[in-house]
């Protein structure tokens, strides 16, 4: 499965972005979908992963409420809408996938950059 993330930016605290992930190369009905962010100096996070085939969805602690993981299966897209931004949240956010059952994501899309700064 290849991955095409994009949608990053420099927004100011309070503010919003919507992530993208285009998914190609083969069905992805078996797979989550994950983004992941790290930012200097911290280790890697999940940050919220969907289900392709049921949808089923998790949120880091850090995140609920703020945050919301869709998909868009005729566009084979995933979408990570990020609301009421802080500080803490700049990092690079990533776009994996993995099998369901899998503890670790195995496929990376490239990252894209999100600043949160005023």
């Known amino acids: 499965v290849q991955l095409q993330a994009s949608g990053g930016g420099l927004v100011h605290p309070g503010g919003s972005l919507r992530l993208s992930c285009v998914a190609s190369g083969r069905t992805l009905s078996y797979y989550v979908m994950g983004w992941l962010r790290q930012a200097p100096g911290k280790e890697r996070e999940v940050v919220a992963s969907?289900?392709?085939?049921?949808?089923?969805?998790y949120y880091a602690d850090s995140v609920k409420g703020r945050f919301t993981i869709s998909r868009d299966k005729p566009k084979n897209t995933v979408y990570l809408q990020m609301n009421s931004l802080k500080p803490e949240d700049t990092a690079i956010y990533y776009c994996a996938t993995k099998m369901r059952g899998d503890s670790e994501y195995t496929n990376w899309g490239q990252g894209t950059l999100v600043t949160v700064s005023s």
């Open positions: 969907i289900t392709w085939s049921g949808g089923l969805t």
